[in-house]
């Protein structure tokens, strides 16, 4: 069972960036499709990027196309999210999240099995 750890979190004004990144346990960390989710207070939980196994192919949530991008390396077992342009309504706790599935898998949280604590994002204008 793989555990998730994620960093990187903080404050930042609009239009700046952060790197957030995912720690895993799991040592076969490569079969695991890599996603990455938020929720701001009061909404559900979004898809926000996924990843496949080699890092090759990845899909995003249109409001975040062009401004994030997910990226993995498997021999630190970590998957990143590089997030630039940053808005007041990406505000959320991002959730790292791994698949043990096809790819890519569907965008929503109950395609995924595991599950990070969290990191809070917030964007000040």
């Known amino acids: 069972q793989v555990q998730l750890v994620e960093s990187g979190g903080g404050l930042v004004q609009a239009g700046g960036s952060l790197r957030l990144s995912c720690a895993a346990s799991?040592?076969?960390?490569?079969?695991?499709?890599m996603g990455w989710f938020r929720q701001a207070p009061g909404k559900e939980r979004e898809f926000v990027a996924t990843i496949n196994w080699s890092g090759g192919s990845t899909y995003y949530a249109d409001s975040v196309k062009g401004r994030f991008t997910i990226s993995r390396d498997n021999a630190q077992k970590t998957v990143y999210l590089q997030m630039n342009s940053l808005k007041p309504e990406d505000t959320a706790v991002y959730y790292c999240?791994?698949?043990?599935?096809?790819?890519?898998?569907?965008?929503?949280?109950?395609?995924?099995?595991?599950w990070g604590q969290g990191t809070q994002v917030t964007v000040s204008s």
């Open positions: 799991e040592r076969t960390f490569s079969s695991y499709v």
């Open positions: 999240a791994a698949s043990w599935g096809t790819f890519p898998p569907e965008p929503r949280p109950g395609a995924y099995g595991y």
